[in-house]
């Protein structure tokens, strides 16, 4: 460039506003997608990292979980179809097929002794994680009414008249599927 030909310098002077045009861009996009992650955390990212997917399984078995032996103590003798169903679609293996099998013989069971059963979660804890196969531990406060607690009185261990109080530990072992987390079985613990 020779400092003989103003024109040239203006030529310099307009192609270098161009350039710094297009990064104050590109900082301007960088900046706002900074902010992006940095407010939204790396759920605003495309992908998942390794870290992610294993927190959502964790979460997922965890709630599977829950729902399974919430749903396995959930009994309403006057109305049992549902609280079967709820059970028949959260497992699968022969689980789900045993407790299929016995299915008819709960709601045989239920009616007559007018049995109403609800449970609530009171600890999760994940025994074993892997790909396709967890453990989960399950404690569960129970309260069960029925025609045989109807003369039960409130006590320390149970503060409700006519109904019996337990506290139950269950070992579900959950298999993944097709549709995601499944109970494959359900075993009491002491």
Known sequence: MSSDNPLEVKLSLARLGRVNTVL???VVILV???AAVFIGGARVLPWTTPAEAAA?????????????VIAFLDV????MDPRIQAVKEISTGTFG??????AEQIRQAAIP?????????????IRAIGSKKAVVL???????????????KKSDTCPYDGARCSKYRFKVSLAKTKDGWRMSDLAGVN
Do not use: C, N
């Open 56 to 68: 959502a399984d964790y979460d997922e078995v965890k709630a599977v979980a829950e729902e399974g």
């Open 24 to 26: 104050a861009a590109l």
């Open 113 to 125: 002794a007018q049995t109403i059963s609800k449970g609530k979660v009171k600890q999760v804890g």
């Open 32 to 34: 706002v997608l900074a």
């Open 138 to 152: 399950v404690a569960v406060d129970s309260v069960v009414t029925s025609s045989q607690t109807a003369e039960l």
């Open 76 to 79: 309403d003798y006057r109305d």
């Open 97 to 102: 097929k045993e407790y299929t099998a016995i």
